[in-house]
C-alpha cells in the first residue's frame, strides 16, 4: 500500500533562518507531488506542484522554494524565513495516471511557527 | 476562473443531531468532487467522491449530494458525534482539457458539542 511521509511534524524558527520540510511516498512510481499551506482558519493554498523529478511549477509568488531530487521525494525551502511564513504546511501526492483525476492523498503535516 | 464555494462558513450543533453542509463549484470541464475531512492538526481524509452520472454516495452517517446541472454539493451528517467536529471540505477536479490542479473550498469547521 502507498503511505505518504512528512517531517518535520512541528517547527519554530527565528525569522531569517533557513527551512526545510521533507515530504516522501512509497509505495508507488512517478507520482504527482503537492506542498500546501493552511494558514489559521483559511483553506488550503497551493504553493508547488511536480510532475517528475526536477519539474517544479509554482502557483504563487512567495518566498519559498521546491525541489524534487528523487522520484517520490519533495522538498519545500527556504532560504529567510519571514513572520508570514508561518501555518500548517500539507505535503499531497496523487496517482500519474489515473481514470478519475484529483485523487489526493495526504501527509500528516508540518506546523511551522516563525517567531 | 474555477472557484469552489462552501458554505456555512462554520457550524455548531448538538451531538445526535443531523447537519448539511453545502458546496457551489464553477470548474469546467467537470470531473469528480470530493469530500475531505480534515481533524484539527492533521491531513484531509477523503470521506465520498462523485463522478458527473452520480446524485448520491454514502459513506456510513456521511451522504453526499450532486446536482451537476445547478453545480451544488451538500454532505449531511447523520446522528452527529463528537468525533464529527472538523473541518470538512469540498473538491473539484477538472476533466479532459481542464486543469488537473483540484479546486479546494475553504471548508466549513464543524463544531459537535455534547
Known amino acids: 500500500s502507498q503511505t505518504i511521509h512528512q517531517w518535520p511534524a512541528t517547527l519554530v524558527q527565528p525569522v531569517g533562518s533557513p527551512l526545510s520540510l521533507e515530504c516522501t511516498v512509497e509505495g508507488t512510481s512517478n507520482p504527482n507531488l503537492y506542498w500546501y499551506r493552511q494558514a489559521a482558519g483559511r483553506g488550503l493554498q497551493l504553493l508547488f506542484y511536480s510532475v517528475g523529478i526536477g519539474q517544479i511549477s509554482s502557483e504563487v509568488p512567495q518566498n519559498l522554494s521546491a525541489s524534487r531530487p528523487q522520484d517520490r521525494q519533495f522538498i519545500l525551502s527556504s532560504k529567510k524565513l519571514l513572520l508570514s511564513d508561518s501555518g500548517f504546511y500539507l505535503c499531497?501526492?496523487?496517482?500519474?495516471?489515473?481514470?478519475?483525476?484529483?485523487?489526493?492523498?495526504f501527509g500528516e503535516g508540518s506546523r511551522l511557527t516563525v517567531l | 476562473k474555477n472557484q469552489v464555494e462552501q458554505s456555512p462558513q462554520s457550524l455548531i450543533i448538538l451531538e445526535g443531531k443531523n447537519c448539511t453542509l453545502q458546496?457551489?463549484?464553477?470548474?469546467?470541464?467537470?470531473?469528480?468532487l470530493r469530500w475531505y475531512k480534515q481533524d484539527t492538526g492533521r491531513g484531509p481524509v477523503s470521506l465520498t467522491i462523485?463522478?458527473?452520472?452520480?446524485n448520491t454516495k454514502s459513506n456510513g452517517r456521511y451522504t453526499a449530494t450532486l446536482d451537476a446541472d445547478t453545480k451544488q454539493s451538500s454532505l449531511h451528517i447523520t446522528a452527529s458525534q463528537l468525533s464529527d467536529s472538523a473541518s470538512y471540505i469540498c473538491v473539484v477536479s477538472a476533466g479532459p482539457g481542464g486543469s488537473y490542479i483540484p479546486t479546494f473550498g475553504r471548508g466549513t469547521s464543524l463544531i459537535v458539542h455534547p
Open positions: 499531497a501526492w496523487s496517482p500519474r495516471s489515473v481514470i478519475i483525476p484529483g485523487e489526493l492523498f
Open positions: 462523485m463522478t458527473f452520472s452520480e
Open positions: 458546496c457551489n463549484y464553477t470548474v469546467s470541464p467537470f470531473s469528480n
